[in-house]
């Protein structure tokens, strides 16, 4: 079988530029190049020249031509990285044995794209994407290009809407997507000259880059400028904060239990990975419109390979931070995010901050008035703290947690005491958690979803409608009771005239 070259250089124009390092390469040029790079393989490449001049390359030697060009991790080097040249397949070869067309799916697993983006069907048209799914993924240097060809990496590929939030660091806006025409969360983080990217941008995405979940927010994009580093970030109408007002802090106990489960999901999956959040809090808890909640805001995140590192206490927003950091310790592990959870946990059901303290000491008195002042049984070595000693605490006694949660049940009850232990390596795992008899009503079924599947994947898991939840026309719609309490405050107002009236019918009378 014989095709013409220069329609292969058209069809592969990516792999062509990278083979030979320009644009402007004629077919002869090409000819004496591919000659030069076979030759020492023992190829010889057979040229046929047509009435019109056009080169022509048996099929089977351009095959082995390309086969032999590989590519390095680091997209310089000519050794495809694990490779051997009886592994690497090149694109032009596969093409030309298939027609079939791949998915869409195949090509953000080839280009290695989040698995929410969907391309429009031009691109990859334009990208010569007509191939089956490859089993090799591209080299670095490849795939740049093919991604910046797409459109990513660049501003103009996003138009800015509306200003969501302005931080010390980064003004996050809401966008569009020109490539896809889907709303997008653009993260604009100002690059000071004097000390280049914040650490923690840096740690947003080096971590958010490895990790893929459901439950955990999706990156993009990456865009580096002089001036700037913009993160590009799926868009989530809010976060759970302004989920609960917009319930009037009365959410459904069914929808507690789903929002809880999808971030001990999101969190034993990092938790797995040796990822501490370090900065949960509802604010950092987003979700869309089909209740999808999703784990955002890594920046104070830390990748942990040794369970006792130390790190800085000056983590997590003081409410939802544990007492053991609130007292100053520097050695914790994946129990600091588990506190957090159970912090959360009772803000969904109870409609109010569980420990909202203004400092240290007055953080750790709330907690201590609730759960009982600690000793050395219910935390073992805490009577030898420096911090602790220092505020000389009195003895509070423990209070049934039934009593600032009247809406949970036992199960929910019991899980929630597990979540808020004093000493770090009693807390519960999200791991068994997950497996608490408090989700057994969602089945079995939950706990073997792949982690990229969402929990509504699930027929059986459905949110319900919460008390008091506001409608897009701004409506908000009422419990039974709530109807009634105010049914009785206009009977009390229309009781207390009719009372007046009476009183002063009487006085007349009387006179």
Request: glycine share 6%; proline share 5%; hydrophobic share 40%.
């Amino acid at each position: 079988m014989v095709v013409p070259l220069e329609a292969c250089i058209k069809e592969e124009q990516h792999s062509v530029i990278h083979l030979f390092g320009s644009e402007d390469v004629n077919p002869s040029e090409i000819h004496c190049r591919m000659k030069m790079r076979c030759g020492d393989a023992g190829l010889s490449l057979q040229q046929v020249t047509t009435g019109t001049g056009s080169l022509k390359v048996e099929l089977c030697q351009f095959e082995c031509m390309l086969e032999n060009q590989r590519m390095g991790s680091d997209g310089e080097s000519d050794q495809a990285s694990g490779t051997s040249s009886d592994e690497v397949q090149s694109p032009v070869r596969v093409r030309l044995r298939h027609n079939r067309r791949i998915s869409q799916e195949d090509v953000n697993k080839r280009l290695s794209l989040p698995a929410d983006i969907r391309l429009p069907e031009g691109y990859l048209e334009r990208l010569a994407m007509n191939s089956p799914p490859f089993d090799r993924p591209l080299s670095r240097r490849l795939r740049r290009v093919s991604l910046s060809e797409i459109g990513f990496g660049k501003l103009e590929t996003y138009t800015k809407l509306d200003k969501l939030g302005e931080g010390t660091y980064a003004t996050v806006f809401k966008g569009r997507s020109k490539l896809t025409d889907n709303l997008v969360a653009l993260k604009e983080i100002r690059l000071e000259h004097e000390e280049g990217a914040p650490c923690t941008a840096i740690r947003e995405v080096s971590l958010l880059k490895d990790l893929k979940h459901a439950n955990i927010v999706t990156l993009h994009d990456i865009i580096h400028t002089e001036k700037t580093l913009t993160l590009v970030f799926e868009y989530l109408e809010k976060d759970l904060k302004q989920y609960m007002d917009d319930c009037g802090n009365i959410m459904s106990i069914h929808n507690v239990k789903i929002f809880l489960f999808q971030l001990l999901r999101g969190l034993n999956y990092c938790h797995r990975r040796r990822v501490l959040h370090r900065d949960l809090k509802p604010q950092n808890l987003l979700i869309n419109e089909r209740g999808e909640l999703k784990l955002a805001d890594f920046g104070l995140a830390r990748a942990k390979s040794v369970p006792t590192k130390t790190y800085s206490n000056e983590v997590v927003t003081l409410w939802y931070r544990p007492p053991d950091v609130l007292l100053g310790s520097t050695e914790y592990s994946t129990p600091i995010d588990m506190w957090g959870v159970g912090c959360i946990f009772f803000e969904m059901a109870a409609g109010r901050p569980l420990f909202p303290g203004s400092t240290v000491e007055d953080e750790l008195t709330l907690i201590f008035r609730m759960l009982g002042t600690p000793d050395e049984a219910t935390w073992p070595g805490v009577s030898v703290l420096k911090e602790f000693k220092s505020y000389n605490f009195p003895h509070y006694r423990p209070e049934p947690l039934i009593n600032h949660a009247p809406r949970l049940d036992p199960d929910g009850l019991e899980i929630l005491s597990l979540f808020l232990q004093y000493e770090a390596k009693r807390r519960i795992s999200a791991e068994v958690a997950m497996r608490h008899s408090y989700f057994r009503s969602f089945g079995e079924g939950v706990h073997s979803l792949p982690d990229v599947v969402s929990l509504f994947a699930l027929k059986e898991v459905q949110l319900q409608r919460d008390p008091g939840v506001r409608t897009d026309s701004g409506e908000r719609f009422v419990t039974f009771s709530i109807c009634l309490r105010i049914i009785a405050v206009y009977l009390d107002r229309l009781f207390f005239i009719i009372t007046c009236f009476l009183w002063l019918f009487l006085f007349a009378f009387l006179l």
